[in-house]
């Protein structure tokens, strides 16, 4: 959508629900399951670590210089990200027209997942995988587009991630090592 100029850059809000594992190895209280369990709370509001580089990608794709609102949450899960990011559409669009130009844009895209029409992602189907679900919507009565995405942050958030990129670099095959990925913790 940025690279064909659909969204108004300005209006774009980004709410992530990471799994405690998200929160780093670091001991915190705040962080520990047995504290999160049963919760659901918003952290780092506006200054979470992973905002510029946020930023930096969708400005690329865009080709312009923008912020957005990015508000991560901590849910009380050892792993997995869901993302719902918001935009408001500049002109009119169908959910099919949407579909097939996030399908065209990740074709060849070996760990990306377009759901299905009308099909959301859940992390619970990428868990111990390298696998980024994506799940659109197009609410009409508001003129917004709503894009959800569900990845496992152990997987594809880190050490899958970097194998892959190894793995292109190397010359080896982009899945090696990423098919069968353990699920601890």
């Known amino acids: 959508m940025l690279k064909k100029k659909?969204?108004?850059?300005s209006t774009i809000i980004a709410d992530s629900a990471s799994g405690v594992s998200g929160a780093g190895r670091e001991p915190l209280t705040g962080s520990l399951f047995c504290e999160v369990d049963g919760g659901y709370k918003a952290y780092?509001?506006?200054?979470?670590?992973?905002l510029p580089e946020i930023e930096q990608e969708l400005n690329a794709l865009a080709g312009k210089k923008f912020a957005?609102?990015?508000t991560p949450h901590l849910l009380p899960v050892k792993r997995g990200i869901l993302s719902t990011i918001y935009a408001?559409?500049?002109?009119?669009?169908?959910?099919?027209?949407?579909h097939s130009i996030y399908s065209e844009f990740y074709a060849g895209e070996k760990?990306?997942?377009?759901?299905?029409k009308g099909v959301y992602p859940n992390i619970s189907s990428v868990c111990g995988s390298n696998y980024c679900d994506i799940g659109l919507a197009v609410d009409s009565r508001t003129k917004r587009v709503i894009v959800m995405a569900a990845i496992d942050n152990l997987v594809k958030g880190a050490a899958g991630q970097a194998v892959q990129n190894m793995?292109?670099?190397?010359?080896f095959q982009e899945d090696a090592g990423l098919l069968n990925a353990p699920l601890y913790p």
Do not use: A, M, W, Y
């Not at 780092?44 to 992973?50: D, P, Y």
């Open 88 to 98: 408001q559409l500049k002109k009119e669009i169908t959910l099919p027209e949407l």
């Open 6 to 9: 659909l969204v108004d850059v």
């Open 44 to 50: 780092k509001v506006g200054k979470h670590r992973h």
């Open 111 to 116: 760990f990306v997942r377009i759901c299905p």
């Open 68 to 70: 957005i609102s990015f």
């Open 167 to 171: 793995n292109i670099i190397c010359g």
